[in-house]
């Protein structure tokens, strides 16, 4: 799917559905929404984006979910099954999460903190350690199993799969992945 610079700037500031169903185990909480995942409705869908292949790697989907022209009801309807739900920590669309203020992360840590509670999964993993950080006032905070929990639910911060991201590799990716969904039950 080819979308001009025009199209994706017309979904700035726009916000996608939660992918969370009953029985979520293991919460994914993305940064932000780019500009195509607002286009098309889907998490992480952004060609080049390595959170699908990573999941499909680690196991936790049990096939490679292609999300870059939006997600099938199948594909959704999988992660459901398997207890894997899908938010964004600000939901607000950018092109680049630099983009989002200090005030944005404290604030959709706040919320995100009141879905948890609601929603109650077994583990919340967070992809983005600067994210984290602001958010929830950790400045030192480091990747992995966070020492506290989050409203019940055991805390974790991954790396990001963004290709900004670039010293991490897909293996690592997947690594970093399967062990919250390990905690979680869901691999």
């Given at each position: ?10 979904f700035r500031g ?7 169903g009953?029985g979520?185990?293991?919460?994914f909480?993305?940064?932000n ?7 098309t409705?889907a998490?992480?869908?952004r060609?080049g ?5 990573a ?5 936790i989907?049990?096939h490679l979910?292609d999300a ?7 594909d ?5 099954e ?6 964004n920590?600000?939901a ?7 983009e989002l203020s ?5 604030a959709?840590?706040m919320r ?14 967070v ?6 950080r ?9 990747s ?9 639910a055991?805390l974790w911060?991954v790396?990001?799969?963004?290709g ?14 399967r062990e ?8």
């Amino acid at each position: 799917m080819a979308m001009t610079r025009e199209h994706l700037e017309s979904f700035r500031g726009k916000s996608i559905p939660d992918l969370v169903g009953p029985g979520v185990r293991l919460l994914f909480v993305g940064i932000n929404p780019g500009l195509w995942t607002a286009a098309t409705g889907a998490p992480f869908a952004r060609p080049g984006n390595r959170f699908w292949p990573a999941l499909a790697e680690a196991g936790i989907t049990e096939h490679l979910v292609d999300a870059s022209a939006g997600m099938t009801e199948g594909d959704r309807a999988h992660l459901v099954e398997r207890g894997v739900g899908i938010t964004n920590l600000v939901a607000r669309a950018t092109n680049r999460a630099d983009e989002l203020s200090a005030e944005e992360f404290r604030a959709g840590a706040m919320r995100l903190e009141r879905n948890v509670a609601a929603w109650r999964p077994a583990v919340v993993a967070v992809a983005g350690i600067t994210a984290y950080r602001l958010g929830f006032g950790r400045p030192r905070a480091a990747s992995g199993r966070q020492p506290e929990d989050l409203a019940g639910a055991q805390l974790w911060v991954v790396p990001n799969p963004s290709g900004l991201n670039a010293h991490a590799t897909l293996a690592s990716l997947a690594a970093a992945y399967r062990e919250p969904a390990e905690a979680a039950g869901v691999v």
